[in-house]
């Protein structure tokens, strides 16, 4: 680890117990569904790192875009001394665009993830192109209570939740999320990245690219329950299946039984008829009006707004 990182300790068997659990629970509900945090282990995370590069998938280029445009833009909504707070880090790319538009010796970067290893490779990284930069990461579920370092005297709280990764979460949870992001985050401000309702064919095929990254990144949810839990499922026997639901405004991604099948896990069997699906992820898109009225309801106050030519995606800041 470099010196100037300050290394909050990961919580991995507590994960592991969590992620059978919520698989048990996920295989016995009716319809059978999981949450996409299970997604980000480190292959999964590599794999979400080279959707973000496909030529399908155009949020995140956008975003980047939206980012390299206007940073100075929206560092100056931030303030002079800031802690920033980034959600859900991954591979901290994005928000290198923020700091270079940042003042380096007022800021402290907390970014908080789930998966360590990930985490701590792209703190390394950071560090080393930041030097000077306090970085405190922390290992956390970042929608559950979580205890972020104690503000810097003067500095205002402002957090960063790019690629509209909000997108993944359900309404409910969504609004539990903006409400504890607005009570931690009060005096400063929330930079958010979401994606916006477009034309079906766009959605569809970000969801479903040609060389199968996508659907790689799927399965590999039931991979980690082979590797990590023990779980047992013929070869070949789900895949991929990615559309948009318009009822929900929605990209929905299941894992559908090829054929009838059972899955074994720690001793009790699940079994899938053929075309059933295990619901993986759904991945909402908005309206820039229909967002604003949530965050507003949660207790923001809805600021700028930067969006591309197409009005594909959007970055608001929302005062907290
Ligand atoms: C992280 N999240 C915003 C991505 C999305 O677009 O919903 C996850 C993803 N799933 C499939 N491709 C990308």
Redesign the pocket.
């Known amino acids: 680890m470099k010196p100037g990182i300050e290394w909050r300790q990961p919580r991995a068997a507590a994960e592991n117990e969590q992620f059978a659990d919520d698989l048990h629970a996920a295989l016995s509900r009716t319809p059978k569904a999981i949450s ?1 945090k299970y997604f980000y282990d480190e292959v999964g995370s590599k794999l ?1 790192e080279r ?1 973000c590069d496909l030529p399908e ?1 155009y ?1 995140t280029r956008t975003e980047l875009a939206l980012l390299q445009t206007h940073a100075t833009d929206m560092a100056a909504q931030m303030g002079e001394r800031v802690q920033l707070v980034e959600y859900g880090a991954g591979a901290l790319r994005k928000v290198r665009l923020l700091l270079d538009a940042l003042p380096r010796e007022r800021v402290e970067f907390v970014p908080v993830d789930i998966s360590g290893p990930h985490l701590l490779s792209a703190c390394n990284g950071l560090a080393g192109d930041y030097p000077g930069l306090a970085i405190h990461p922390l290992v956390a579920d970042f929608t559950r209570q979580h205890a972020l370092p104690a503000r810097p005297a003067g500095a205002r709280r402002v957090g960063f939740f790019p ?3 909000i ?2 979460f359900t309404p409910a949870e969504a609004d539990a999320f903006l409400r504890l992001a607005a009570a931690e985050l009060t005096g400063g401000g929330l930079l958010i990245g979401i ?1 916006l309702v477009k034309d079906h064919e766009v959605l569809h095929a ?2 479903n690219d040609a060389q199968g990254v ?1 659907a790689a ?1 799927n399965l590999n949810l039931l991979e980690r329950a082979r590797n990590e839990l023990g779980a047992e499922f013929p070869a070949g026997g789900f895949e991929h299946l990615a559309f948009y639901n318009p009822a929900y405004c929605r ?1 929905e ?1 299941h894992l559908r039984a090829t054929r009838p099948l059972a899955l074994q896990l720690g001793g009790e069997i699940y079994s899938f008829h053929e075309g059933e699906t295990l619901h993986t ?1 759904h ?1 909402h898109k908005y309206t820039v009006a229909g967002f604003q009225a949530m965050a507003e309801r949660a207790g923001f106050r809805p600021g700028k707004v930067w969006t591309d030519a197409n009005r594909w995606f959007a970055l608001l800041w929302l005062q907290a």
Do not use: K
């Open positions: 996409p979400f959707i998938y949020p690629g509209s990764s997108g993944n994606d970000a969801y996508t990144f990209i991604m992820e991945s």
